[in-house]
């Protein structure tokens, strides 16, 4: 089974609800903080992240280039601000999710989605 850190600190937002409701068929753990999302990383295998940009500890942006360096795995950014341009992760995350019915695009574009 395909497993999946979610970075988000509240994952209890309508966006996030409709993203956790398309992964129903992927192990998913969820950390509230980079702090305790490297510590979930260290401690297992994931096949990809998908990282807020906004966290209580650290900027999304410095969480996506430790991921990306230290843990070699895809990174989706969720990003829910529209009017971004290329979103603000662009140039480190492999995807920029503004959009959550986007996902299955997403997961395929890095090899996660069947």
Known sequence: MKRILLVQDNPEAPAVRRILKRLEDYHVEVARTAKSALKLLS???????????????M????LIQTVRHDFQI????????????????ADYAESDLVDPEALV??????GVYA
Do not use: K, Y
Request: aromatic share 4%.
């Open 74 to 89: 895809p990174v989706i950014s969720l990003n829910n601000r529209p009017e971004a341009d290329n979103g603000p992760h």
């Open 43 to 57: 401690r297992g295998r994931f096949h990809v992240a998908m990282v807020g940009a906004w966290l209580p500890d």
């Open 105 to 110: 695009l997403m997961m395929s574009t890095v």
């Open 59 to 62: 900027s999304g942006l410095a």
